[in-house]
């Protein structure tokens, strides 16, 4: 149980079984609180109404109560969230949802408890119902060009034009939308890149905000999570490969050295920075003074392969070597603590969740990086291998974790967004291992969706790149050690969606020196030196 629960009056309990057949056997509904360490109205739910004496002996006596961990527990997180942290979640004792929302004061707690109460006492179980999500299978279907043209069509129509960035309310950064946009709309990208680092980097610590409350970047929010983080830093990385504007290598080391103080554990990156914006809204003279906001340390897995990832990306561009060796130290600490014989667990505990999809599709996407632009694989193959053997149906799609538990973890979910992760790695794989089986895999979980494609806007831009990369994978095949003079070129000349294989660590065999480029399994051209690699890139 987190710190922040000792704060309050409420007696809870753990996840598990134990507690839903206690609310079984006591004929009450459960109360599940979702809280993050990040979120500050968490701490403030915490602090001003399950602390108050009233409120939690109601909960005391109606209610089974359960507080969940979302960060540490992403399979429960998916289920139940209400839209935002704190999710407070009314279930029955079976799991299936009664109602829900996010932050409550004590006056809207009141109101919903007589609501569930009332609702309860009337119906009982039959008042539950599934989440959507749950309830269907993936709208299946062919994987076609049109699935790439469908998404430049919603960058075309959501871009905002004044104030850069899609939409026009809530700003996101939404960097995998940058890097698809970097080769089919740059304009937008590179204009969204300018808000992001101009409004979302934290220009005193380092480290970019989580997304702004209002359609010209203002009123930022201040948590700062390793993944997104990470995420950002790659696309600025990417930006500068594409145009060489100083300012985004500039934002994107500024990333690096957050991730690489701020929230480093010595062994490996830690998980988030608080957000309080108190603390963030103080002037550079006034924070010195002033108490940061905490940072969770917890080493989460895909938390950690995302940020190997971003730091080689980085070091690929600009051959910053701080930034390789904070990634092969986080991948040591990575492999050697969390992956056995291929399962990740997400955190170094004994009752951390092992297996989640998340989890295998960001350790493998920092594993397959480390491939490719070290020479490095680790364990990438014996990632890959347990995924397809555990979390994939015969269909092709994956399930976001073994199924089982209590709750509605019982219930098989099919998220979208991890399997285009977990999809573009196996991409990745492919090209490195030569082995059509990784990029069958990488197809077989890009059609499970592509009966919705027409309907995706483009915060699920990534979904497109994949789909793209499937018809069109481009290989460079190296036959040099990694770090060599044609194997950095390659790096910095090959489209950012291509796959750099330094051949020493792969299973094809190349003369020595010679770089051949293959698309689609069919060799194009070899080169022998950086400046007929880039002759034969850009013909």
């Not at 294989?501 to 293959?518: D, F, H, W």
Request: net charge negative.
């Amino acid at each position: 149980m987190d710190d922040s629960a000792d704060e309050t009056h409420v007696e809870w309990r753990e996840w598990g079984e134990d507690a839903f057949e206690a609310a079984g056997d006591a004929g009450k509904p459960v109360l599940l609180a979702l809280v993050t360490e990040w979120s500050e109205e968490c701490h403030n739910m915490d602090r001003a109404t399950y602390a108050e004496p009233r409120i939690a002996a109601n909960i005391n006596d109606g209610f089974v109560p359960i507080r969940v961990d979302a960060d540490r527990n992403p399979h429960i997180r998916e289920r139940y969230n209400m839209g935002g942290f704190p999710s407070t979640v009314f279930c029955t004792p079976e799991g299936t949802i009664l109602t829900g929302a996010t932050v409550l004061g004590i006056d809207g707690f009141r109101e919903i408890l007589d609501s569930v109460r009332h609702t309860w006492d009337q119906r009982g179980e039959d008042a539950g119902s599934l989440p959507r999500a749950l309830q269907e299978d993936p709208p299946a279907g062919e994987v076609t060009a049109r699935i790439e043209e469908h998404m430049v069509e919603q960058l075309l129509a959501t871009f905002d034009d004044e104030f850069g960035g899609w939409g026009t309310d809530v700003k996101f950064p939404l960097p995998r939308t940058v890097e698809f946009a970097l080769v089919r709309a740059r304009d937008q990208a590179t204009r969204t890149l300018d808000a992001i680092q101009t409004h979302l980097l934290d220009t005193y610590d380092g480290g970019f905000y989580r997304f702004s409350r209002n359609r010209n970047w203002g009123a930022a929010r201040c948590e700062k999570l390793t993944d997104e983080n990470a995420a950002v830093v790659r696309a600025l990385a990417h930006g500068y490969r594409y145009t060489g504007e100083q300012s985004y290598r500039e934002s994107a080391e500024r990333g690096v050295e957050f991730l690489t103080t701020t929230l480093w554990t010595g062994d490996a990156f830690g998980a988030s920075q608080g957000g309080d914006e108190e603390y963030f809204r103080l002037e550079p003279s006034e924070r010195a003074d002033a108490e940061a906001p905490a940072v969770d340390e917890t080493v989460f897995a895909g938390h950690n392969g995302l940020a190997i990832d971003a730091l080689l990306r980085y070091h690929a561009y600009t051959d910053d070597e701080t930034a390789s060796q904070y990634a092969r130290q986080a991948r040591e600490t990575l492999t050697e603590t969390l992956v056995d014989d291929g399962r990740v667990q997400r955190y170094a505990d004994a009752d951390a969740p092992r297996g989640l999809l998340v989890d295998q599709a960001r350790t493998l996407r920092g594993l397959t990086t480390s491939w490719s632009v070290l020479g490095e694989p680790g364990p990438a193959v014996d990632v890959a291998e347990w995924t397809l053997s555990h979390l994939r149906d015969d269909d092709g799609s994956f399930r976001d974790a073994p199924t089982g538990g209590a709750g509605l973890l019982s219930e098989p979910l099919y998220p979208l967004d991890t399997t285009v992760e977990l999809a573009d790695s196996l991409l990745d794989l492919a090209g490195l291992t030569g082995d059509r089986r990784y990029s069958e895999a990488a197809h077989d979980a890009v059609a499970a969706f592509a009966g919705a494609g027409e309907r995706m806007g483009v915060e699920v831009a990534h979904y497109a790149t994949v789909a793209s990369r499937l018809g069109d994978l481009q290989v460079i095949a190296v036959g040099t050690d990694a770090g060599s003079d044609l194997h950095r070129a390659a790096l910095r000349l090959a489209d950012h969606e291509a796959v750099v294989a330094p051949t020493a660590t792969g299973s094809r065999t190349l003369p020595e020196n010679e770089a051949r480029l293959v698309v689609d399994g069919e060799k194009q051209g070899t080169a022998a030196t950086p400046e007929a690699l880039e002759d034969l890139l850009t013909t």
